[in-house]
């Protein structure tokens, strides 16, 4: 009797075992190159603090340097005496409130220019000039328009959210196929429905990408204008320390600003990955 004439109960077990098989192998696979990954990170970055401890200071003076082992020690100072948590709630509050701001306000706009393509037509050119201005030459005009408190940091964190969500919002409404919104017109979808049926899930791979990375952006624009003019923050703290020749409490709090963007980002992401899985859109801006 040929293979092919074997019975489906004789020849399914072994059809279950090559694909278990097959798959115990793929899943082998990735988890060497996971940690192949990981462990080329962990290398580079001690590789990188040994060098930024020990030889860095042959090259440039040590005081304007310092080094991670001072920097952990002032960091510890800071976190348990220094008033470390006061500057992070400062910071955290004005680029959490700047970014929701500019989140909410980008996908608004976003949908109103694809909805009226005359007011883009209009907008448009207005819109690049002013995506084109520095933001930091904006951050002394905020200041003084709007006082030293934290209205002028959330408003700059949410300017510089805003600009990259309303660019990658239209681009991913504009690459939506056209003849899926016809179709879905035939089938009755119009209005609101057809935007929350068709145009927000088409667009929301690109959305949501410039979602989870501009939360760095809000984190700018508030330390942008702490560095101008405030008594509280991380921003306040970093050029402070700067302007005292402080390396060590300067470095610490860029530290601070780091791991705050890589957690938030590292939750947005998570969020992306069970909202959209399928989501591998790039962000633009």
Known sequence: MTLSERPAKVREPARAAVVADVAGRARAAAARERARVYGGVVLLGAALLLIWEYPIGLVIERRYVS???EVAVRLADLAFGGGLWNHITTTMGEAGLGYLIG????LVAALLLVAVPLLDEITGPFLAAFYSIPKIALAPMFIMWFGLGALPKVLLAALMVFLVVLVNTIAGIRGISPGLIEVSRVLGAR???LVRAVVLPGAAPAVLASVRLTFSRAMVGAILGEFIAATQGLGFLIVRS??????????????????????????IRLLEAWLVPWSKAEVHG
């Open 191 to 193: 209005g609101p429905r």
């Open 242 to 267: 700067s302007r005292q020749f402080e390396t060590a409490t300067m470095f610490a709090g860029i530290v601070v600003v780091a791991v705050l963007v890589l957690i938030v980002n590292g939750v």
């Open 103 to 106: 989140v909410a306000v980008g």
């Open 67 to 69: 080094k991670p082992s």
